[in-house]
Structure formats: C-alpha cells, structure tokens
C-alpha cells in the first residue's frame, strides 16, 4: 500500500466515528475550537511513512508526522492546524498516508526566512531554531517538514530572534530568544519557564537538566526552568554540549569560546550537582586559522565522540572537527567547501540526550535557508565524512537574483544584486553584497566579489556563458553598468573554468541583458548618437581561440530610415537557435536576424510582434526554447505569456503575482536548460523557481529551487521635497524587503522634534512593496529633526515587520528668500541624463540662474520671472541642465560653480546661493 486516504470533516456537530481499515479518525467529525481528533495508523512492515493532511484541491496544508517505523501503531493528534499553526477553515480534508518516500530535496521552505541559529535531534526529529524567521521548525530525518511554530514577537507564544534550542527524553524543546527568555514547548502549548538572561546562545539538554550558555557563563535548570547551578564569568559562549562517560559518575559539560585563552578552544567544566568545578582548557582543540570561530558542538554519546563546528567566513566556508575526550586527541578534520552556506549549529544522531544505536552518525548542520545532512563513519571507516543528502534545494542565501545563465555543462549562473537593488541610486555611496552564484547538485558558492575596481562588480545586468574549445572548459562572461565615477563602469568581463577573474575587455555604454549564441555574445548598449536610443551589439569572442584572443565588437543601430524600430527602453534580449534575435522591451519585442558575412556581421530588421494589448503589457525577461517559441513574463499580471515565433500567442503559464510556488514577484531573468525546464529568476520572492516541461513542451510542474532569505524591514524611505522641508504638504514613499500583507497595512507617524507633537500620515497607497501616504507640516510642528514611525506592517506569512524610524529635517520658518538649493545627479553625466536643479522660494521672485567653470567663464544662464515656473514661491522650481553652453556646445568633464541669484517680489531681498557640479561623461 503506496498510498492511503481518509476524508473527514471537522463541523461544530459530531457525528459516529468512522473506520476504514489500517487507518481512523475519532473523534470524525470534530470540533476544531474546543478538541482535537486522533488520527492511528497501523503498519504490518517496516516503511518510512508520512502522514498529512491536505485541503479539497490536494494541496498539503499540514504533515503531522513523517519516520521510519517496523510494526505497530501510530497515533497522532491533530488540532485542526496548518504548518504555520493557523486554524484551517471548517470544511471536508483528507488523510493520506505515503509509505517509502524519498525525496531528494526534502524541505519545501516556502517563502519564509531561515537562519538556522542552533539545533537539536532527537527521536528521528531535527529542531531548528530559525533566528531570522522567529520560529521553530521541526524536521524528520529525512527532511519531511513537520510543523512551523511561533511567530515574530515578546509574547508567549513568540520568539524575538530565537537563539538556542534543545530537546528532552519527551521531545519538549526548550527555545531561548534574544528577549532573555527560554520557552518550554510540548507541541500544543508554550510555557515561559525562565525570562532575563542576557543574550543566550546554545543549549543543552542532558539527564534531567537543561544548560544554557551565554555571553557571560553557564546556566543550568531543571525542566521547568527552576535554577540549579551557575558558573561565574567564563567569557562569550556560542555553544556547549553536556555529558557523562559510561562506568563514570562525573558529568561535564563541555562549552566552546572564541575569546579565551589561545582562543578560539574548546572548555570543558564538571558538574558538580548545585555548583560547577573550575574549567580546563584542552589545548589540543585551539583553531590556528586566524579567521576560523567556533561556532557549535554536540556530544555523540554512542561513540563518546565530540563534534566541533567551526566557520571561516573570509574563505566561505565551515569545517567540522572530531574529538576524542578519552584520549584528549582530534582524530578527523573536514573542511567543507562549495555547501550551500556557512554552518551555524551541528547537531549528532546519537546526541547527549538520546541514545540511539546507528552504524554511521548523521550530523546535521544547518545554515541559513538549508539543513545538510553529513554522515561519518568514525568505526567502520575513519577519516570519512560523506555528504549524505542536502535538504532545502541545496541552495545559498540569495539576497535578490537578476539575470540567469544555465551553462553548457549545466551549472546555473545567476547575478546576485544584493540586499538593495533600486537603493543605490539613493544612496549612492552604499554599495552591499553582490556577486555571481552558481548552483550545482552539491550546492551553491560564489565567485567574483563586489567593490568598484576593475574585476569587482557593482550593477551587474546580465550573464552568459560559452565553451572554449582551445581551452577544452567553459567561459564566463558578465556585463557590469555600474557608474561612471568608477573604474569598473560598462565593461564586459570574462572568467576562465575555475570562475577566475580572467580580463575586462571592451567598454560597453550602459549594457542590458547578455545572451550567448555559438561563438557570440549578445547584448543592448547605450548608443551615444543619437542618445537616449540603445542598440545591438553583437561580440565575436573566437572561442577556438585562447583565451588571451581579443572579443570583436559588431554594433547595430535600428531606425535608420528604413522602418526599423528604435530601442529607447529594452530590458531583455535573446536569441534562439536559429540565430533569431529578440530585443525585449517593456511593452514590445522586436526580431531581427543574424547574418555572418565573411569577417563581418550584419543584422537586419524583421518584425515587431504583435502582443495582445488585453495583458497590460509591462515586460522584464525574455527566453527562447528549442521549439522556437518565445516566453515573456509580464510583469503586470505576473504571468508568463508564450507566442511562436510568428507573434501568435499559444497560452500563459504561472499563478500570477504572489508568493506561492507557480507565483512571480518581478522576474528578472529566464533561461532553459539542455532538459527543456525553464529557470526563472523570481526577483523580488528571492529565489528561483523551475517549470518543469516534457518532451513534448508541456508543462508538469513548478519546483521552487531557493527561499525568501530575510525578514521585512524598510528597504527606502523618500520624502517629496528636499530637506529641510518646510511648511506645506509632504508626500512620504515607503518601500519593503518583502511582500506585505494587504489586509495589515502599516501605520506611519510623524512626530516632530520640537513639540512631540505625532501626527498620523494618511495613506494614499498600499501595494505589496511599496506603501506611500501625505502630511502637512505646519508651523507648529518646529524647526529641527522629524521621526517618521513605521509599525505593524506584517509580510505574507505573518511576520510582523520590525518597527522602524527614518528621520528629517524640517524648517517651518525660512527667512531667507531662496534655499534649499539642490542638484541629483551629482555627479552626472550629460551622455545618460541631464541634472535637475532645484530650490525653494519663500515668494514669488526675479531669478537669475548661471553656471561658471573654474576659470569664472560663464558658461550657462538662465532667467525667470516671479509667478512662472522656476521664479514661483515655493519648492516647485527646478531647471534640468543638459550640459550644453548657451551655444549649444557639449561642456568638457570638470568641477562647475551654480549661482542662483533672487530678489524677492514682496520684500525686495536678494541672495546668492552657490553650489558646484561635477560633469562625468
């Protein structure tokens, strides 16, 4: 029996019980607001089973229990919730009970964050506790997912960044948070047993006792919380392990600190019952590795083994040691490389608290947003750490993908773009973490890094790569726009088979999008003649050549006089096999044809096609299969449209915008691999999903492959008018890292500096990023400092997002005639896009605008009357200046002065203000 079904319904009326065969439900049906029903199954043979409940539309909406089990029976209550422990609507669901699966990629994370901060196992179940997603999470050994608990908060019930997590003989779990409590959890309730530690770390469940680490020593309670023993200040500990030799009476607690002496070591105290004894260092444990920490430690007690977890977060990487406490001996060292991501806890099969006989030990090391699974055989085969399965789709913390690449040998290249993608032109001196990520069947690393020099990357817009038959291995190449004050600005580069830096050929203005064809490369450049229009450029990179072969530039300009279109906003580009190419833009895509003449390339002009106007076209990817059609997700509807190559539309794909997998939130790359599944880069979900296609082109499913890696929080934060912002109506734009829930808008406050007065800013808008809202700034609200407070937002999977204040200034008292004299971009470059000046008026004024070079020559002037625009009172004064003379000659790079001169309508007062401008081309 593969599979077996129960329907039953919970109602607020009950009815007799009903039996079918190995498997009941009693009470069925039940009441969900004021019981449980118990769901027993009984099993004649050994079988890994899973049990879950799932709703009409077979969809799983809780897995109750998931283990290898030989004879018997299994009982299970159920209280009528989901895996995020959110009542389920009334109505008819089903039991099904699957026997001997196996999934390879076992944790469906969904959209919430993972940072798994520290681990226990017990009984076939892996404890996580989820410090960026303020949950606990419960595994089976095989990675079956089998229950969410808790929530973002200070309540009972709540975690405020959970720390540490331990189990006891009875599978309660007992969690710290990083408000100084320890939470009991029997799986129905939660039970604050101890409250203001300072900033727990590990803990350890051994005998009857629980241990606590913190930043300052050892604690240990009973397990109800009640104080038994603490130690004095030992020094910051990240983690400890308890436990007792077998013919030995002593019980010591072993416990690991970065900070002691010949830190970073491993310390080990014995407990002596009401009191600890003094601690002993064992020097044999000391990390050499100036960037190494210890990170996490577990006892095996089959074994009487010591597992010790380090990171080494300059090289990327974790490491796992074996230590012998008999004979004061390391006996295995494993560096671990090309992982998902850098260990943060280790847990053993045979752990402190839970004797269970196995031949090989499972050691599970979780990270953020994945849970590996290692397996060491310190009898049968010493020295051997074998990776036995990678849980959570083997993938790295991705912060926000952009373009994607899938290799000829298979690997998928992505570009990260970091934590704020659209913040950088707001913040132009932030630059965060972006690299290039590449998964494999092991998992995910990195290469190239992120900076502003020539090999570093910084706005990176597309992919692609190529196989160097000369070189017999594949190369890499990325397209970086960056800016242009730095040195790595519109280049192509190009990385050899080890993902090696290799060089940075050709100048490319403002690249979008890069895709590979035989021996081309494909991409969209700025041209500077005309401006503003882009065009094809197509790159000849003689890939039977060495490496050390200079790439070929071929570019072609559309619109030549010949119906050809121009390209002024393309976002994508492709081509298919037949050397085809498309030109995405937001609302159209253009076709044209490749033709090698000779040593030459031309392009030529096809056709526009004809997209159905009903889609709400607003386009950002593009990909090609092996059949010639043409995919485009549309950002509008969050689907994905498909059109042959003629431009006849066949049908769409996906779930529209959201979060659940079939779901997109701003797809910013496509790719097919050698299989016909489509890759696509989920953006703003930060993760990737697949389509997965048959032979025949038709779709059988959609796997999510990465996980929202981070808790919501305020990623922009803009005001209308420029600081300080004095008296009058003010338009105040709020963006999210994720997804907010609709029906929980945020409530933002303005409370000024001066008065305390709090103001409530009306919302205007609320989408699933962005909220935006309107407040007046009266003269009673005073000069100084203003706080904007943004609380009780919460995301799509019940996250609260964490209170936030932005501040400004404010001036609701300007004398000055002119002020607030502005220009953005500073520095700019005249071949992109003019400056935009701008000032604030206290009236109606004569204005008189010049720009000088450093040698005094005026180079640029401008008047304006009062009452029109640019001499009006107030901020709506602006002039765009475009670079040019009063000639209408392009101006030189340099450092220019802005004068503004006023005199006032009313009062007759004059000011100057000056500012100066930087011109980069």
């Known amino acids: ?62 897995r109750l229990y998931s283990a290898f089990v030989s004879t018997g029976t299994i009982s299970i209550e159920w209280d009528g919730r989901n895996d995020y422990s959110g009542l389920v609507e009334k109505g008819a669901y089903t039991v099904k009970v699957s026997k001997d699966q196996y999934p390879a990629l076992a944790i469906p994370y969904g959209s919430n964050s993972h940072y798994g901060q520290d681990t226990a196992y017990n009984k076939g179940r892996i404890a996580i506790a989820n410090a960026l997603g303020h949950q606990v999470e419960i595994f089976s050994r095989h990675g079956q997912l089998l229950g969410r608990y808790g929530k973002y908060g200070t309540e009972v019930g709540e975690f405020y960044f959970p720390q540490g997590i331990a189990m006891d003989d009875d599978s309660n779990l007992f969690i710290s948070d990083a408000s100084g409590r320890i939470q009991r959890f029997n799986y129905t309730s939660f039970n604050v047993i101890v409250s203001g530690l300072n900033n727990t770390r590990g803990m350890d469940y051994f005998s009857t006792s629980l241990y606590v680490s913190t930043n300052l020593g050892i604690h240990k309670y009973n397990n109800l919380g009640g104080p038994l023993a603490q130690t004095g200040v030992l020094g910051d500990i990240p983690d400890l392990c308890a436990y007792k030799i077998p013919m030995f009476t002593e019980t010591w607690v072993y416990y690991l600190r970065n900070d002691g002496p010949g830190s970073p070591v491993l310390f080990k105290i014995e407990d002596q019952g009401a009191a600890f004894g003094a601690p002993i260092v ?26 010790l977890l380090y990171t080494n977060e300059s090289d990327n990487k974790f490491g796992i040691w074996v230590y012998n406490p008999t004979t004061d001996l390391i006996i295995d060292k494993f560096e671990i490389l090309q992982i998902s991501t850098t260990g943060l806890s280790i847990a053993v099969e045979n752990s402190s608290c839970a004797h269970m006989p196995s031949d090989n030990n499972s050691l599970w090391v979780p990270g953020a947003n994945v849970l ?9 085969n010493p020295g051997a750490l074998n990776i036995n399965t990678v849980f959570g789709n083997s993938s790295i913390l991705m912060l926000w993908p952009g373009d994607i690449e899938v290799s000829p040998s298979g690997l998928v290249l992505a570009i990260d773009r970091g934590a704020y993608p659209q913040a950088k032109f707001i913040f132009p001196n932030f630059i965060d973490a972006e690299d290039i990520d590449v998964l494999t069947d092991l998992g995910t690393f990195s290469f190239s890094q992120c900076g502003t020099t020539v090999g570093t990357i910084w706005e990176a817009t597309g992919i692609a790569s190529l196989y160097n038959v000369n070189e017999s291995q594949e190369l890499y190449y990325v397209t970086v726009e960056s800016n242009d004050i730095y040195a790595n600005s519109d280049k192509l580069y190009r990385y050899n088979g080890a993902f090696e830096f290799e060089d940075s050929y050709l100048d490319i203005n403002n690249p979008v999008g890069l895709t590979s064809f035989y021996t081309w490369l494909f991409t969209l450049e700025q041209s500077t003649s005309p401006p503003n229009n882009y065009q094809i450029v197509v790159i000849d990179t003689h890939i039977n050549s060495s490496m050390a072969t200079i790439a070929t530039k071929y570019s072609y300009l559309p619109n030549s006089g010949f119906g050809e279109p121009t390209i002024t906003n393309p976002v994508d580009i492709a081509v298919d096999y037949i050397g085809i190419i498309y030109v995405l833009q937001e609302e159209e895509v253009h076709q044209f044809r490749m033709i090698p003449e000779g040593e030459s390339i031309s392009i030529v002009y096809i056709t526009d096609l004809q997209l159905p106007s009903e889609f709400g076209n607003d386009f950002s990817a593009i990909a090609v299969d092996s059949f010639g059609n043409i995919y485009v997700y549309n950002d509008f509807n969050g689907r994905i449209l498909i059109f042959n190559r003629n431009g006849e539309f066949l049908k769409d794909l996906g779930g529209g915008i959201g979060w659940e997998p079939g779901q997109f939130n701003r797809v910013e790359g496509m790719d097919f691999d050698e ?21 025949r082109g038709t779709e059988q499913e959609t796997v999510v492959i990465t996980d929202n890696p981070g808790i919501p929080f305020v990623s922009t934060f803009s005001i209308s008018k420029p600081e300080p912002v004095i008296a009058g109506d003010l338009e105040i734009t709020i963006g999210f890292s994720e997804g907010m829930d609709m029906e929980y808008p945020p409530e933002v406050l303005l409370i000024d500096g001066k008065y305390g007065n709090t103001h409530t800013v009306t919302m205007n808008e609320f989408k699933l990023n962005k909220w935006s809202g309107d407040i007046t700034i009266y003269p009673r609200t005073g000069n100084g400092m203003a706080t904007v407070l943004i609380r009780n937002a919460r995301d799509l999977d019940g996250h609260y997002i964490v209170d936030t204040e932005r501040k400004f200034k404010i001036n609701t008292d300007v004398s000055d005639v002119i002020s607030n004299l502005t220009n953005y971009p500073n520095p700019f470059s005249p071949l992109k896009k003019p400056t935009r000046i701008e000032y604030y008026l206290n009236q109606h004024s004569y204005v008189t605008l010049e720009i000088f070079d450093l040698s005094g020559r005026l180079v640029r002037s401008q008047k304006f009357s009062p009452g029109q625009l ?30 503004v001169t006023a005199k006032g309508l009313k009062s007759s007062e004059k000011k100057v203000i000056k500012r100066k401008i930087a011109v980069m081309k």
């Open 1 to 62: 029996m593969k599979n077996l079904k129960l329907k039953f319904i919970f109602l607020m009326l009950l009815i007799p019980i009903f039996t079918f065969a190995e498997l009941e439900v009693i009470p069925n049906p039940f009441n969900s607001d004021s019981e449980t029903t118990t769901i027993i199954f009984t099993t004649h043979q050994e079988a890994d089973v899973t049990i879950g409940i799932y709703n009409t539309d077979d969809i799983l909406i809780r």
């Open 282 to 307: 064992l020097p044999s444990t000391t990390l050499t590795d100036p960037h190494a920490k210890w990170a996490s430690v577990s006892y095996d007690q089959r074994n009487e083994l010591v597992y």
């Open 372 to 380: 590996n699974e290692f397996v060491h055989e310190p009898i049968s």
């Open 675 to 695: 299989e016909g599944n489509l890759w696509i880069s989920d953006s703003a979900n930060h993760r990737f999903q697949i389509i997965v296609f048959n032979y």
């Open 870 to 899: 640019g001499g009006r009172e107030g901020f709506e004064n602006y002039f765009e200046w475009d670079g040019r003379t009063d000639s209408g000659t392009m101006i030189q790079n340099g450092v220019y002065i802005l004068r």
